[in-house]
């Protein structure tokens, strides 16, 4: 997969207003990270239409939380969820009529960009010292910032912040992880969002040699029932026997532990698009907003992702989000193209393979 490495971070920080929280057709809350690679696509173009720009390229986006406050109501009217969705009452007709009401998720959220920018022409544009910038780098920090503060962000309204002050440091491959124990610092507190696929295949494999998941479900995990597993409370009956009211019982219901390698802050996030058909020649399909393109039907791809502090990231690149520029077999997917794939341990412990718990007293525990 092509990846360009970044020659220069631009790091602001943002507060959106009224931003679109339904990120697919399953989750709902953060935008989706294709809100912000968007975001950043359209910030390489409007730059590129500026002549001493036109070369610049916008290599990732990396997504750093502050503050998310979703516009929703507590409710115990749902069975299968505590929340109600905040909807907007849109004005009468000129009839006097109501308008059909379309549902549609709100939220304010706090967040710094962490974008990373490339191009054979920007070393001329590029302080050797962050702190005192030439000329040049200050033109190109003023553009960048009257470019992101005149777009939406996952159809929200684009705010600076008050007191944090956006920054362009030169950036290079040996001097990462020093710069980026200074530039973390600036971005606490918060939490990055980082694609944990890893996690997910490895708790794949442990479901498949775990005892009690494979009695229950009859059959190995796939994808699916993985991330299923791991977004719930999973209870299972223990064999010890239990004397409850002067009955015996021969079983008692208690929430499996996570294994290890699910500690974190894991959620389920949509990362791109599936191909539902072909890829249909320019024109083919009708009613699209564009023609001038191929086009397909596609479904959302969801998989796992964590919010992760910034004091755990050595360096700031690993959490940059960009296009798979290379597609294969239908799939248009998000990834983190510089982050490093780690070894996780999904061998079951003693515990886990024998299923042997100790409980203080027996009838407490029921």
């Known amino acids: 997969m092509h990846r360009t490495y970044p020659k220069a971070l631009y790091v602001v920080r943002l507060n959106v207003e009224n931003t679109s929280i339904i990120s697919s057709h399953l989750t709902w809350g953060f935008p989706a990270p294709s809100a912000f690679t968007g975001f950043m696509h359209h910030l390489q173009r409007q730059l590129n239409q500026i002549a001493e720009y036109a070369t610049v390229e916008c290599c990732g986006v990396g997504i750093i939380s502050h503050q998310f406050n979703p516009q929703i109501t507590k409710t115990n009217q749902f069975r299968y969820s505590p929340y109600q969705l905040n909807l907007a009452r849109h004005p009468l ?41 030439s000329t040049q780098t200050q033109s190109l920090l003023n553009q960048l910032n009257l470019l ?133 020649p320019q024109g083919v399909i009708k009613g699209l907003r564009h023609d001038d393109y191929p086009a397909t039907f596609v479904e959302t791809l969801i998989s796992l992702g964590e919010w992760q502090s910034p004091h755990r990231i050595e360096n700031i690149v690993d959490i940059l989000w960009n296009y798979n520029t290379e597609p294969k077999n239908g799939v248009y997917e998000l990834v983190q193209p510089f982050a490093s794939q780690l070894d996780i341990d999904t061998s079951l412990t003693d515990e886990e393979t024998h299923q042997s718990f100790e409980f203080e007293t027996e009838e407490e525990e029921f």
Request: hydrophobic share 40%; glycine share 6%; no cysteine.
């Open 148 to 280: 992101v503060y005149n777009m939406r962000l996952a159809g929200g309204s684009v705010f600076p912040h008050k007191h944090v002050k956006p920054k362009l440091i030169n950036w290079s491959e040996h001097d990462a992880v020093n710069k980026t124990k200074a530039l973390r610092r600036s971005v606490l507190p918060g939490f990055a969002l980082l694609h944990r696929h890893d996690v997910l295949t490895a708790h794949q494999k442990w479901l498949a040699q775990y005892p009690t998941y494979l009695e229950t479900q009859k059959n190995s995990p796939d994808l699916l029932d993985t991330l299923l597993d791991i977004q719930r409370f999973n209870f299972f009956s223990t064999p010890k026997e239990v004397i409850v009211d002067q009955e015996q019982l021969e079983g008692v219901w208690t929430v499996r532990p996570r294994p290890e390698h699910l500690k974190g802050w894991l959620v389920p996030i949509p990362i791109g698009y599936g191909a539902l058909t072909d890829l249909q």
């Open 93 to 133: 007709k000129a009839d006097g009529s109501t308008p059909a009401m379309i549902e549609e998720g709100k939220g304010h959220f706090e967040v710094s960009l962490v974008i990373g920018l490339a191009g054979d022409e920007l070393d001329e544009y590029l302080s050797a010292n962050d702190e005192d910038l």
